[in-house]
T-cell receptor, first 111, second 114 residues
Framework: AQSVTQLGSHVSVSEGALVLLRCNYSSSVPPYLFWYVQYPNQGLQLLLKYTSAATLVKGINGFEAEFKKSETSFHLTKPSAHMSDAAEYFCALGTASKLTFGTGTRLQVTL | EAGVAQSPRYKIIEKRQSVAFWCNPISGHATLYWYQQILGQGPKLLIQFQNNGVVDDSQLPKDRFSAERLKGVDSTLKIQPAKLEDSAVYLC????????????FGQGTRLTVV
């Protein structure tokens, strides 16, 4: 069975600090992995995606994620948090055109 | 290109009433998804269409939920009768259909059942 686990339902960082949101997956086939962001009362917007071309993936708004097969992880990072990064972040696993989401991590950015 | 359109944005109904949501995917997208997102949780797939055929409806509560995608374009999701636990945001998404392509989401319909 395919599944996604996001560690930490809430993460709080100071503005300018490193952002690290964790995602682990389980898949019996080579996975495609995505990070989506959701702002209040909005739909989900794609931040970045891993499709086996490169293990380090760069996305929008300064975010990046590294695919580590040995750790079955796809953690999302950003070197310096900005107030506008406050949102809900979802990791998703794509297999056979089916998209399975994690439970989400709410990022809070404080001054 | 135009995004995924959903209507209505908000809906409040009493339990046991019926409700319908509409979705217009991005032009040319073969795959259409309906997700249910309960407050504080990740989106849960209710049903997935490939063109006008159902690919996966294993998590759709078929005793009260139904969905159709006529002519492989627009889709409607219906709940009849609604229960309190159906209060959630219903998200529609579409994609080209290949596993490595992203899904584009609409803004969702927030349903409150009272």
């Amino acid at each position: 069975a395919q599944s996604v686990t996001q560690l930490g339902s809430h993460v709080s960082v100071s503005e300018g600090a490193l952002v690290l949101l964790r995602c682990n997956y389980s898949s019996s086939v080579p996975p495609y992995l995505f990070w989506y962001v959701q702002y209040p009362n909005q739909g989900l917007q794609l931040l970045l995606k891993y499709t086996s071309a490169a293990t380090l993936v760069k996305g929008i708004n300064g975010f990046e994620a590294e695919f580590k097969k040995s750790e079955t992880s796809f953690h999302l990072t950003k070197p310096s948090a900005h107030m506008s990064d406050a949102a809900e972040y979802f990791c998703a696993l794509g297999t056979a055109s089916k998209l399975t989401f994690g439970t989400g991590t709410r990022l809070q950015v404080t001054l | 290109e135009a995004g995924v359109a959903q209507s209505p944005r908000y809906k409040i109904i009493e339990k046991r009433q019926s409700v319908a949501f509409w979705c217009n995917p991005i032009s040319g997208h073969a795959t259409l998804y309906w997700y249910q997102q309960i407050l504080g949780q990740g989106p849960k797939l209710l049903i997935q269409f490939q063109n006008n055929g159902v690919v996966d409806d294993s998590q759709l509560p078929k005793d009260r939920f139904s969905a159709e995608r006529l002519k492989g374009v627009d889709s409607t999701l219906k709940i009849q009768p609604a229960k309190l636990e159906d209060s959630a945001v219903y998200l529609c998404a579409s994609s080209h259909g290949q596993v490595n392509t992203e899904a584009f989401f609409g803004q969702g319909t927030r349903l409150t059942v009272v």
